[in-house]
């Protein structure tokens, strides 16, 4: 008789089946009045290991992995149900999940069993889908399955993800006018003096989100080292307004103050101080650079109101809030800046995405690079 003693719940062996075969297996306790175990396959023994602690750590998190096949409605829903439990989404990614889940993906292919999900029932979906919204949206929704799927595949729940097959729809990109210097300053000389003035001029000259600014504290403002960082960001999560952690961890990232966005703050400071004086004990001190009128989160729909006004009053209907952003990267790189300094400016995760939100500025510069030789070789 062996003296390792029978293994508890939880607990998982490794052996190999047979050459080039691994097994890895892991005790899943009674269920039923009958003894249960999870065997998972692998072509080397180190996968096989990788496997088991899988297993072991989605038995930890409370999934059922002795449950009957589930169909696709019952997999999304139990792997939501994860997500909340292990902390690792943030609430607005949460949000954004359940949303296509209940959406999109239940009513479309909940009811398939989740081992038995084709590609072509992914592409189906794919299909009604792109008849009836922006293929921007029908990749995002497409995205949300497809890590779902990775979940279930990484715990053998599934032989294949079924969703890495789908073709999608192709994004072109839309190459939006940019805003130019001259425009930009009609824009801020019809908002001098409101009281957003301070945040229009952030916007357009630190390239800082909508929610980034309204989520900007004045302890995350220096502007004695002309620096400010973004820590936290304001957003809707389930209908109401919460202060969540950045984007992405990119996102969190010291940005140098302009000296006009500098002499804005001190301006739109003596403002708050006004307003915090006039209401006295119900100021609510929420320590928000652009706080409401009562010192509490502003409505990001009033910010946008409010800029609706400035752009028509400036003569530039056609200027969405966010192409303050966008001209902000757009300046940097007229001016000769590396494109990795804007990536990190903006809080991009990767310079790929810099690179292809800002190609159509390049072309441009690479034309004064040719230039640039030309002249080198004319040199005497």
């Not at 003296?3 to 691994?22: C, D, F, I, N």
């Not at 396959?41 to 930890?60: C, G, M, N, P, V």
């Not at 992405?248 to 006004?274: K, N």
Request: hydrophobic residues 40%; contains cysteine.
């Amino acid at each position: 008789m062996s003296g390792k003693g029978r293994r508890g719940h939880g607990e998982g062996s490794v052996y190999e089946q047979r050459p080039g075969l691994w097994a890895a297996v892991v005790d899943l306790g009674w269920v039923d009045g009958k003894r249960r175990r999870k065997y998972v396959y692998a072509t080397s023994e180190a996968e096989a290991i990788r496997k088991r602690d899988e297993l072991r750590r989605a038995l930890q998190l409370g999934v059922n992995l002795a449950a009957p096949p589930r169909t696709l409605k019952e997999w999304l829903t139990e792997w939501l149900a994860e997500k909340t439990r292990d902390g690792s989404t943030k609430p607005t990614t949460h949000a954004r999940y359940r949303q296509v889940i209940e959406g999109h993906l239940i009513p479309h292919l909940g009811r398939i069993k989740l081992d038995k999900l084709a590609p072509r029932d992914v592409q189906r979906m794919v299909a009604q889908l792109r008849d009836k919204m922006a293929a921007a949206s029908v990749v995002k929704i497409h995205a949300v399955l497809r890590v779902a799927l990775a979940d279930a595949l990484r715990l053998d729940l599934v032989e294949r993800n079924a969703a890495k097959a789908a073709k999608l729809p192709t994004l072109g990109r839309t190459e939006r006018r940019p805003l130019t210097p001259a425009e930009a300053r009609k824009l801020l000389a019809e908002v001098s003096g409101d009281r957003l003035e301070a945040f229009f001029i952030l916007a357009l000259t630190t390239g800082l989100r909508r929610g980034e600014l309204l989520g900007l504290r004045w302890i995350d403002v220096e502007t004695d080292e002309k620096v400010l960082f973004v820590r936290q960001t304001l957003q809707r999560v389930g209908g109401k307004l919460q202060i969540v952690s950045p984007k992405t961890h990119r996102s969190a990232r010291p940005v140098p103050l302009a000296r006009l966005a500098c002499e804005a703050l001190a301006r739109h400071r003596e403002v708050q101080d006004r307003e915090m004086a006039a209401v006295d004990e119900l100021w609510r001190d929420s320590g928000l650079v652009f706080a409401n009128t009562l010192g509490g989160p502003m409505e990001p729909r009033n910010v946008n109101r409010r800029f609706e006004q400035a752009r028509k009053g400036a003569g530039l209907e056609w200027l969405r809030l966010h192409d303050l952003r966008h001209a902000f990267a757009t300046f940097l790189l007229h001016d000769g800046q590396e494109l990795r300094t804007v990536m990190d400016l903006l809080g991009h995760s990767t310079i790929r995405l810099t690179a292809d939100t800002y190609g159509h500025v390049l072309p441009a510069k690479a034309r004064d690079a040719a230039d640039g030789i030309d002249r080198i070789m004319s040199e005497e």
